[in-house]
């Protein structure tokens, strides 16, 4: 049986590189101000969906909601092995939180249709809530198997995962169609292949097309640029809020009823803290501060 998979990724501020203003006045990111990556989970929930394919056969459609500059990860999601990938942008469902986001790619997911695995990363790393695998499967009634670390075995519409866990690992069988979201210690994502690069490096959506012009003015109109990437499955497909079904009522700042007020850069300095000598004195008056903090 071979297994037809959706990977959801999302494009994330480097937020171990940040600088200037991180964060707008209305409480979103200001992504404008901060170099984007693919979130480095998702890059490994990417590689066990290729796996999948490379074992069993069958698809990897890569799907990201975001605005245009998200082109940029589905790109290198082409490079790495995807077969198609989908770009869901809309300004309306700019600012959504977990339960708008979730609700906008469980639409562009059922339209996609043909799927037997969904996998996200664990987490995000600038919303960093974890919550969107969940409600994902949650909307589309599916099971869904988090913290996912290895596929143990696939077989008809069974499957076996193992969880990890900071404490351990646990083994769960589920049904398929289901949904995964898997960590980081679950594989080493390949790299992007030189092969690839050279066949998708013109691949783009009709917003990068002047862009492109510019680079390759042998193209001449958009209109000549457009047929030919179309001619090559080199147009990236590119979905509004309407084409996936959305009610747009549900997304977007209206539809999401989380508001993060501010956010704080923490630096935590060496004021207050405390040194134990390294011995078995040292240890007890270490633990007796930990208890009568209330820390233990
Ligand atoms: C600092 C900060 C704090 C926030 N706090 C909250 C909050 O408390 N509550 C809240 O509801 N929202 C919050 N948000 C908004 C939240 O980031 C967005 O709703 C975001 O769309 C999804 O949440 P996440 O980044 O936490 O994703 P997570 O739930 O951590 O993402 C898990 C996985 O879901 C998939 N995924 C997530 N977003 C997308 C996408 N756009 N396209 C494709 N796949 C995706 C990826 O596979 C990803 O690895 C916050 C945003 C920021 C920047």
Not at 195 to 223: C, M
Request: overall charge negative; charged content about 25%.
């Amino acid at each position: 049986m071979t297994y037809n998979c959706v990977v959801l990724v999302k494009q994330v501020p480097d937020t171990t590189n940040i600088t200037g203003k991180a964060m707008k006045e209305d409480g979103t990111v200001n992504r404008a101000a901060l170099p984007a990556i693919f979130n480095p989970e998702d890059l490994h929930a990417l590689e066990m969906a290729l796996q999948v394919k490379e074992q069993y056969g069958g698809s990897v459609t890569v799907l990201t909601m975001g605005p245009p500059r998200a082109a940029e990860i589905l790109r290198e999601a082409l490079y790495r092995g995807a077969d198609r990938v989908v770009l869901l942008t809309d300004r309306k469902t700019a600012g959504s939180d977990t339960l708008a986001t979730s609700y906008a790619l469980k639409c562009a997911v059922e339209k996609i249709r043909d799927y037997d695995l969904v996998f996200c990363g664990r987490q995000a790393i600038d919303g960093d809530t974890a919550q969107v695998g969940p409600q994902v499967a949650e909307k589309l009634g599916l099971p869904q198997i988090t913290y996912a670390e290895a596929i143990e075995s696939l077989e008809g519409s069974e499957i076996v995962v193992r969880r990890a866990f900071p404490l351990g690992t646990e083994r769960v069988k589920g049904a398929l169609p289901c949904l995964l979201t898997v960590v980081e210690s679950a594989n080493e994502p390949r790299p992007p292949s030189a092969r690839r690069i050279v066949s998708n490096k013109l691949a783009a959506i009709p917003q990068e097309y002047p862009a492109l012009l510019e680079k390759w003015p042998e193209f001449e109109t958009e209109d000549k640029l457009d047929g030919y990437l179309a001619a090559r499955g080199l147009k990236i497909a590119v979905w509004c809020g309407e084409d996936a079904g959305i009610d747009y009522e549900k997304v977007g700042l209206s539809g999401s009823p989380t508001k993060v007020l501010k956010i704080d850069s923490v630096v935590l300095g060496a004021e207050g803290s405390k040194e134990f000598e390294a011995s078995e004195a040292g240890l007890s008056a270490l633990v007796r501060e930990l208890v009568e903090d209330y820390i233990l």
